[in-house]
T-cell receptor, first 113, second 109 residues
Framework: DGGITQSPKYLFRKEGQNVTLSCEQN?????MYWYRQDPGQGLRLIYY???????QKGDIAEGYSVSREKKESFPLTVTSAQQNPTAFYLC????????????FGPGTRLTVL | DAKTTQPNSMESNEEEPVHLPCNHS???????IHWYRQLPSQGPEYVIH???SNVNNRMASLAIAEDRKSSTLILHRATLRDAAVYYC??????????FGTGTRLKVLA
């Protein structure tokens, strides 16, 4: 089945540690995205990538980093510079064009202890 | 970037139609309007999208104002399974999506 997978589902981090969230898609989509969602809030764009080896900052990129070495993969690293990283993180992908539907993964819930 | 505004919450009785509004007054001429819905602790799922004309699919209808500054997602007969947070989104540029804060729909049995 085609889709997007995210791992792990739950992640606990100690303060001062970097953690990496995995996102893989087998939809052959060019574009991939990372969003952050806080309780009762909407989706805020962290980073997005239109093509391999290229990515752009979204609205809240500070304290986060990404890479796009393969079309299928777009990992997100939450660094120790991110002041309040506890949130629900969603990865998505889409085809080309403004009309393209975004497909979302199941999300990773990150908690800082 | 365009911005979208939605009411925080709405209620509907089961089996009745629901009209969920979205304001996007700063939309540009080539931006598409998308709607997604999200169940608790899950990723959002696509509902419908459109550019200028009203659109229908098996899940819902999308009514777009003539000036495109607002749109309405219509669920023709709400069921308990339609209870979710509904997000309106605008594509800004080829790949960037701007999501609103969402409307929490409560369906009453």
């Amino acid at each position: 089945d085609g889709g997007i997978t995210q791992s792990p589902k739950y992640l606990f981090r100690k303060e001062g540690q970097n953690v990496t969230l995995s996102c893989e898609q087998n939809l052959n989509h060019d574009a991939m995205y990372w969003y952050r969602q806080d309780p009762g809030q909407g989706l805020r764009l962290i980073y997005y990538s239109q093509i391999v080896n290229d990515f752009q900052k979204g609205d809240i990129a500070e304290g986060y980093s990404v890479s796009r070495e393969k079309k299928e993969s777009f990992p997100l690293t939450v660094t120790s510079a991110q002041q309040n990283p506890t949130a629900f993180y969603l990865c998505a992908s889409s085809g080309q064009g403004r009309f393209s539907e975004q497909f979302f993964g199941p999300g990773t819930r990150l908690t800082v202890l | 970037d365009a911005k979208t505004t939605q009411p925080n919450s709405m209620e509907s009785n089961e089996e009745e139609p629901v009209h969920l509004p979205c304001n996007h007054s700063t939309i540009s001429g080539t931006d598409y309007i998308h709607w997604y819905r999200q169940l608790p602790s899950q990723g959002p799922e696509y509902v419908i999208h459109g550019l200028t004309s009203n659109v229908n699919n098996r899940m819902a209808s999308l009514a777009i104002a003539e000036d495109r500054k607002s749109s309405t997602l219509i669920l023709h007969r709400a069921t308990l399974r339609d209870a979710a947070v509904y997000y309106c989104a605008i594509t800004s540029g080829t790949y960037k999506y701007i999501f609103g804060t969402g409307t929490r729909l409560k369906v009453l049995a």
